[in-house]
């Protein structure tokens, strides 16, 4: 596979090193376009630099991986002539030769041009250079921006005599500040700030066509007065006269919710749909909906409106009106809209009023499901089928149900064993409710604010590998909810997983019976304990150009019966730990970190960078962390170089007729990836990856593999590589090539491969296969 890919690339090199093969006569390639900024001293704000210049250019040259025009020569490897495969799928796969145009570079100058000049810069000049070399043309814009006007004054002229006050007092709000340079965008988003200012203070018909900027730039200095414009409501009248007046206060009347609205059924039936539904009144609110049906309950529904009778209307509360009922996840369609009860006055006459409609569209509340999907458990890939029931308000108050029966079947990528599979079979049911039970419940506020959820969990799993056979039950209480926009937290204060190993292969026995970690990881244990969650993730509509994807979790097990077996005076068991149900408990501490930075250079490219610590430390009870809990070194979403459970711990060697998975209390990693697009769903990765796993004690049976701040640098791996992803839409397919640069399990002075010895295509090569990023 790897040759295949050389080949391919190399194909495609020598046809890309033709570039002008279908270039009509007479015109020339385009290069690549050169921004040449010629500034004064006086440093250039970020908007006047060649990456905020590069997009108003209309004409950009034939896209270049690692320097190489790939989809350019994918084009030229076709026959034009002909449509038949391959011919007509490589041109649509491909791209044709950009042919440059002084037409185009002509535009794109005067689109630089009025760029800066929205951005302050009114003596910006900006030309076009064409430079023939060869067959083909670079484009050299050269840009004079000159110096920016800033802002020296800024004046309101609040024309509606109602808001005048609340636009002067909001002005310390306000984005644009004298001695700012001149921008028009900055302008745009103090339109959209001050309309919701005031939308969210009652102003329901109030919006951004009232607010407009006068400039003034007759200072001559450099500089301009704003003339910051606020204008009353417009009204056309029945003969089109305009009249106008101030803006009016809203206040809601009254709230229709449509808990089971059909929109086909009131398209059809009209007036006719709406009078065969009954109305109910809950806690100011009416309910809307067929007689005898209430899929949710109406306190349910009241705990996510943001809106009461008699409040002033808001578009922030409207908005969270919608976002929060839309996580109740019952609703296919949320529709929050209002109508205004022209000449119907509230306790003020100056004031006006709106009813508030909320139209529901109900998911269907029980669904069974078959699923076929992709498994990939540390770089062994298989299958499973899923068989799902869900009921999405088991109670009637949007409490989400699920059972899941799960039977799964991967093949081993390791061959040392003379085993090829593992199989695993089990049940999970969960519970999900969206506000705090067992043992306190929320306040209201807090429920619509935070976003709160009880979950229950549990689940049994039997899992039969090729040299042992185990079973985990579990069962869990969690809560969950929101600290702001981008942050969640969750706590599951109570947690218990019973670990029962049913069989295990003699000659695996034999061999771990000689290392007591391995012995000790892989016997009975009862897990009791809890864990903490905090996720911060920015990512948004908005903000999808770069991005955080942060994980703190935290685990403790064990202390509290600890310290009830040991205030109650127990007497451990013959092999000197307490018991729980005849077997040993797990104590330990856990606390990792996971965070990821993606940054999107364009729609076809973007970098990640993600840094991974984590450390377990057993004690009390435990001489070594439970199997479950330890980490390893390799596979497809590790070290990639390395195949899954072979690297590590530290600079420990495995001896070559061992085929225990390798496996520690402590893990450092540190991975970048470049992804970028290929062609159909075809994607590119180039990648690299550092790190590797520790033990936090001596172990005899493995030399070298204790964590040692002063030496941990030395036991670092690294390891580089390619990868294809397939992108079918509804999963992502993965398969990466890894090649190790630096092995800690090589001797003093021969870590670094390269340097060392030639590369071995068996010993330092390593294909995975993943489902999904790696991260």
Same mark, same amino acid.
């Given at each position: ?8 690339? %190399? ?27 010629? @500034? ?78 929205? !951005? ?16 083909? @043309? ?10 920016? #006007? ?77 003339? #910051? ?17 101030? &803006? ?39 309910? *809307? ?34 976002? &929060? ?13 209002? %109508? ?17 409609? =909320? ?44 059972? !899941? ?23 999970? @049911? ?71 190993? &049913?069989? %295990?292969?003699?000659? #695996? ?15 009975? *244990? ?25 994980? *703190?979790?935290?685990? %403790? ?21 307490? &018991? ?9 501490? !856990?606390?990792?970190?996971?965070? @990821? ?26 001489? *070594? ?62 990648? =690299? ?87």
């Amino acid at each position: 596979m790897p040759k295949l890919l050389l080949l391919a690339f %190399i194909i495609l090199t020598a046809a890309s090193c033709n570039p002008t093969k279908y270039v009509p006569s007479g015109d020339l390639l385009l290069g690549r376009n050169e921004i040449a900024i010629n @500034a004064d001293k006086d440093p250039l704000p970020p908007t006047v630099s060649r990456s905020a210049i590069r997009p108003y250019i209309r004409q950009q040259p034939n896209k270049k991986i690692f320097g190489v025009r790939f989809h350019l020569g994918l084009y030229n490897l076709s026959n034009i002539e002909k449509e038949r495969w391959p011919h007509g799928w490589l041109r649509r796969i491909g791209e044709e030769p950009v042919i440059m145009d002084v037409v185009a570079a002509e535009r794109s100058a005067g689109q630089i041009q009025s760029y800066l000049w929205s !951005k302050g810069f009114f003596n910006a000049r900006v030309s076009d250079t064409v430079r023939v070399a060869g067959e083909e @043309a670079n484009v050299v814009y050269s840009v004079i921006p000159g110096r920016p #006007y800033t802002i020296a004054d800024i004046r309101y002229d609040i024309q509606d005599s109602v808001l005048r006050g609340l636009v002067l007092i909001d002005t310390v709000n306000c984005l644009i500040e004298r001695g700012m340079i001149y921008d028009v965008d900055l302008f745009q988003r103090e339109r959209q700030r001050l309309e919701r200012f005031i939308r969210d203070i009652g102003f329901y018909t109030f919006s951004t066509e009232n607010i407009y900027f006068r400039i003034d730039s007759s200072l001559m200095r450099q500089q301009v007065i704003v003339n #910051y414009v606020v204008t009353p409501r417009v009204t056309v009248g029945n003969l089109g006269v305009r009249t106008t007046s101030n &803006h009016t206060m809203y206040r809601i009347r009254d709230i229709y919710v449509y808990p089971e609205f059909d929109p086909k059924a009131s398209l059809t039936g009209g007036d006719e749909y709406l009078r065969s539904l009954d109305t109910t009144f809950y806690r100011g609110v009416h309910f *809307v909906a067929p007689p005898g049906r209430t899929p949710v309950k109406p306190e349910v529904l009241t705990q996510s409106l943001y809106i009461a009778p008699g409040s002033l209307y808001s578009v922030t509360n409207v908005e969270r009106t919608q976002s &929060h009922l839309t996580d109740l996840r019952n609703h296919r369609l949320v529709n929050v809209s209002f %109508i205004d009860l022209h000449g119907v006055t509230g306790e003020r006459r100056d004031e006006g009023m709106l009813d508030c409609v =909320i139209q529901l569209t109900p998911m269907q509340r029980q669904s069974f499901t078959v699923e076929l999907e992709g498994t990939n458990t540390g770089g062994n890939l298989g299958g499973a089928l899923n068989l799902i029931y869900q009921n999405k308000s088991l109670l009637k108050g949007a409490e989400v149900f699920s059972m !899941k029966l799960k039977g799964a079947y991967e093949t081993l990528t390791d061959d040392v064993t003379g085993f090829k599979n593992t199989q695993q079979y089990g049940i999970e @049911a969960n519970l999900r409710i969206p506000k705090f039970m067992i043992p306190f419940p929320a306040k209201e506020s807090f429920i619509r604010n935070k976003d709160p959820r009880t979950v229950l969990q549990a689940g049994y799993n039997y899992q039969k590998l090729p040299v042992f056979a185990r079973s985990v039950a579990n069962i869990s209480l969690g809560y969950s909810w929101n600290g702001n926009k981008y942050t969640r937290f969750s706590v599951n204060p109570l947690s218990l997983n019973v670990v029962k190993l &049913h069989y %295990i292969n003699p000659e #695996y026995q034999a061999m771990i019976d000689t290392m007591p970690y391995f012995s000790n990881s892989l016997s009975d *244990v009862r897990i009791v304990g809890g864990r903490y969650d905090f996720v911060f993730n920015n990512q948004t509509i908005q903000k999808s150009r770069d991005f955080w994807n942060i994980r *703190v979790g935290f685990d %403790i097990a064990g202390n509290l019966l600890d310290a009830v077996y040991r205030t109650a005076n127990l007497e451990p068991a013959s092999d000197g730990s307490f &018991h729980l149900f005849r077997q040993p408990f797990a104590q330990f501490l !856990k606390g990792e970190v996971d965070a @990821a930075y993606n940054f999107r250079f364009n729609e076809a490219s973007s970098i990640v960078y993600r840094l991974f610590a984590g450390v377990g430390w057993p004690y009390g009870n435990s001489e *070594v962390m439970p199997f479950e809990e330890q980490y390893f070194g390799g596979g497809s979403n590790d070290i990639r170089a390395w195949m899954v459970r072979t690297l590590g711990p530290g600079s420990y060697i495995l001896p070559e007729s061992s085929f225990i998975n390798q496996t520690a209390d402590m893990k450092l990693e540190a991975n970048v990836e470049y992804r970028f697009k290929l062609f159909w769903i075809l994607e590119g990765a180039t990648f =690299i990856d550092a790190g590797n796993i520790w033990t936090v004690r001596d172990d005899d049976d493995r030399p070298g593999s204790r964590f040692r701040l002063g030496s941990f640098l030395d036991d670092i791996a690294v390891g580089t590589g390619l990868g294809l992803r397939f992108d079918l839409k509804f999963v992502l397919l993965r398969t990466d090539f890894g090649l190790k640069l630096r092995d800690p399990q090589e001797t003093e002075g021969s870590k670094w491969i390269p340097l060392s010895r030639p590369f071995n295509r068996k010993q330092d090569v390593t294909m995975v296969i993943g489902i999904g990023y790696p991260f």
